[in-house]
Structure formats: C-alpha cells, structure tokens
C-alpha cells in the first residue's frame, strides 16, 4: 500500500529541513486516513481513529465510543423529537455509533469510567489501500506546503521594512509580479513610479512593506514610490544613516519626479547634509539613478519652525514668514521674482514643502495679493 522507503525518507526530510516533527506527520496521515475511512465505509454519527505503522506500513481503524450514563445523555427514541432542557443541563441524545452505557462498557473493561473513550475494531476493506496511499500523499503534500508557508513568513517577516529583490515573471493589468525564489513578490500599479517601465525578467529592488498570507500562498507585498524606500535606499549608501548618526527626520515624496528629505545630526562634527550628498555628489547620484533620475532636495531640520519652512522651500529665498499656531498655517512672502520658484512648477515646491513640514503654507508676494498656491499637508 505505502512505498515505506520513500515515506521514511520524506518524514526526515521535514524534520530536518523544516523542522517539522515526523509525529506530528504520521499523526495528521492518521487523522486524513481516518476521515477517508469514514467517507467510504462509516456510518452516521461514527468515531473513527486510525492507526499507521511507519515501520510495516500496516493501518488499523477503530470506532471510538465514549463511556456514558444518564448524567451525559437522554434514551429516547431517534424518531421523537429532543424534550426542551434547561440551559444548565448538558446532556445530549444517545447515539449507539459513539456512545456505549456504563454498565456494557463494564463488561469490557471493570474500571472505566464516564468519559472514557472505548476503542473496537473496525473491518479492513481490502479495496482501501489505493485510497489510503494517494491520501497519505496528499497529507504529506499538504504538510510540506504548510512547512513552506511557515518557512517562508518567517524569513520574510524578518525583512519586512528593508528593501528586497528580484525578478519580474510577469505583467497583468498594470500590477507587476516580482519572483522572489520562495514566495511571490506583487508590486501594485500605485506603488510603481509613473515613468519606469519594466519586462519580462528584468531584476527589480523594492521597499517590502508588508507579507500576507493567503490560501495561494505568502505574497510579498512591494513598493518603489514608498518614502520608506527613499529611506533605505540612503541607509545603504550612507553609514552615518546605517549607524543612527545622522536622523531622517522627515520625507515628502512625489515617486519618479521630485522629494525633499530633511535630516539631522546627532554629532555636531558631522555635516548631515554632506553625508547623504557623499564626496561629489556620489551618494545622491546613486540613489536618484535607482529612482529613475528622482530630484532630491535635502535640507537641514529645524526646531524652529519659521527656519524649516523656509529651508523646506529651497531653492526660493524666503524674505518673511508669519505663523499661525491654532491653524498650524505658515504664510510666506516672497519677493516677485522668487514666487513662482517658491511655489514650483504646477505647485510641486510649496505642495512637498508643506507635506514634509506638517503646515498649511500660503505664498504670497511682497505687499500683494494673496496668491492661490496654498497647499495642506496629508
């Protein structure tokens, strides 16, 4: 019935390589032959419980009757209806397939007690073993793929926040599946930075911002238009990031055309703008080419307000801000000729400035009208 050779070896390969104990392997090919026992052959309302020998390859099936007394269960007829009971009283109808009476289950066995399961014999069907084998089977294909599963959530779990790689197997309705060896990574077409465009089996780096399991399988969930990623991307490239000396405070991001980073020194002898531009400019260099030629504005965080919006605006000159705290709105002048450098092409400045300084910001020209270039933060 089983090829035990080959069983034998697949219980060790799952211990070892998955750590999965063979016990609870042969206890799950158990259960599944169990349960195909009494698809086939049970009756309604039968206890089935199989045993299987890893060593001879022999099964043996029992009914499993429990040991009962008029304190579990009520003797009335299977044609008239269940008598209404009080919530306090548990007990259930008899049923002959797995109940025994106390006094018979006596006879058997002198010291059972209510509760106790009784186990008798079932008749081996010589037709069963087909059965039996391809079950086996399934239940150990299904154990490997739980293995996986497990195996796989755990090493990306791991690495769930750090930026991951590898190959695109394939393109559907704007969404990108990336094949990442173990599990498959989706990159969705609102996390894609608008001007890449990729093929068949090209390598591909992503921001892995969340794993999910599903009855498919563990996906891994991608991004390359995530702040994250512009993040991470600096760890690699600067070790004063790496190494908590130089802080990302804070980054607004509009993915493949333009952010603003603004970072902090925690050692007053490192510049930290100087440390993610790097020696002529090949720290930033890199990463803009990674996002597909991104601009990067980098700019020194403030404590004080007023010095950060104005920073944040770079590369406008800034002649004076007023703020206003309860509404957590900056109003910026502006001589006439840096106006629109401030407000940016289609209101890109103003509108990342404001996302990475958390204020509402009004640009207005000196003594003029208001101008209609404000923008919120998100």
């Not at 087909?130 to 086996?136: N, P, S």
């Not at 921001?207 to 498919?216: G, I, N, Q, T």
């Not at 703008?273 to 597909?292: A, D, K, M, P």
């Amino acid at each position: 019935m089983f090829d035990l050779k080959v069983i034998h070896s697949v219980l060790g390969q799952l211990e070892e390589e998955r750590g999965i104990p063979r016990e609870k392997i042969i206890e799950a090919i158990e259960m599944a032959l169990a349960t195909a026992y009494k698809r086939e052959y049970g009756k309604r309302g039968q206890i089935v419980r199989a045993t299987f020998d890893v060593n001879t390859g022999a099964t043996e099936f029992f009914q499993v009757k429990i040991a009962v007394d008029d304190s579990k269960v009520i003797d009335i007829p299977e044609e008239e209806e269940m008598p209404e009971l009080p919530p306090e009283d548990e007990r259930v109808r008899y049923n002959p397939e797995h109940h025994i009476w106390l006094d018979e289950a006596r006879l058997i066995k002198k010291n059972v007690e209510v509760g106790e399961e009784m186990l008798f014999p079932l008749e081996s069907k010589d037709d069963f073993g087909r059965i039996a084998a391809q079950t086996a089977k399934q239940v150990i294909i299904q154990k490997i793929r739980e293995a996986e599963k497990v195996s796989v959530l755990g090493e990306y779990g791991k690495r769930e926040g750090d930026i991951v790689s590898g190959t695109v197997q394939r393109i559907e309705r704007g969404t990108i599946f990336v094949d990442m060896g173990r599990a498959m990574g989706v990159l969705p077409f609102e996390e894609q930075i608008r001007s890449e465009h990729y093929k068949q089996g090209e390598r591909i780096r992503a921001y892995l911002f969340r794993v999910e399991e599903s009855p498919r399988g563990v996906f891994l969930k991608l991004s390359r238009s995530h702040p994250r990623f512009l993040e991470k991307l600096f760890e690699i490239e600067a070790p004063e990031i790496a190494n908590k000396t130089v802080e990302i405070k804070a980054i607004a991001r509009e993915a493949g055309s333009r952010s603003k980073i603004a970072v902090t020194s925690n050692d007053a002898h490192i510049d930290p703008i100087g440390s993610l531009v790097g020696q002529r400019g090949v720290r930033v260099s890199t990463v803009t080419s990674e996002l597909g030629g991104e601009k990067i504005d980098i700019i020194e965080w403030s404590a004080d307000q007023k010095k950060f919006i104005e920073d944040a605006l770079s590369p406008a000159k800034i002649a004076n801000i007023t703020l206003d705290e309860t509404a957590k709105t900056a109003t910026v002048e502006v001589a006439e000729d840096q106006q629109s450098l401030a407000i940016g092409k289609g209101g890109q400045n103003v509108r990342l400035a404001a996302k990475l300084t958390g204020w509402k910001i009004d640009i207005r020209p000196i003594g003029g009208a208001e101008n209609q270039a404000t923008e919120v933060t998100e």
